[in-house]
Nanobody, 126 residues
Framework: QVQLEESGGGLVQAGGSLRLSCAAS??????LGWFRQAPGKEREFVAV????????YYADSVKGRFTISRDNAKNTVYLQMNSLKPEDTAVYYC?????????????????????WGQGTQVTVSS
């Protein structure tokens, strides 16, 4: 089993930046990514990175502003969030899959992930 623990959330003003980190309890060769859930809304895909960092996918709403990366030596995935907007306010969840699914339809589907972190709150003030 893999346990995921997010950190780096907090309160930031619109236009600011935050970097989220997610440390895995053990090495994973699967995909690592991020979902988020705002109050009253469904949990939505944010970004994912494949096991070797060679492929990334982003939700349209964050393209050009967020960057996902991973350091396999540290069993850690990061989400650099720039130009934050109030609509980015949400609980951000780190996710991991046992299998390195390659299709974008799988990578963006929450059902494709086997492990979920507890979530970290990101609040962007106007």
């Amino acid at each position: 089993q893999v346990q995921l623990e997010e950190s780096g959330g907090g309160l930031v003003q619109a236009g600011g930046s935050l970097r989220l980190s997610c440390a895995a309890s053990r090495r994973t060769i699967g995909n690592l990514g991020w979902f988020r859930q705002a109050p009253g809304k469904e949990r939505e895909f944010v970004a994912v990175i494949t096991w070797n960092g060679g492929t990334t996918y982003y939700a349209d709403s964050v393209k050009g502003r967020f960057t996902i990366s991973r350091d396999n030596a540290k069993n850690t995935v990061y989400l650099q969030m720039n130009s934050l907007k109030p609509e980015d306010t949400a609980v951000y969840y780190c996710v991991a899959s046992r299998i390195n699914y390659s299709g974008s339809s799988y990578l963006k589907n929450k059902g494709s992930y086997d492990y979920w972190g507890q979530g970290t709150q990101v609040t962007v003030s106007s």
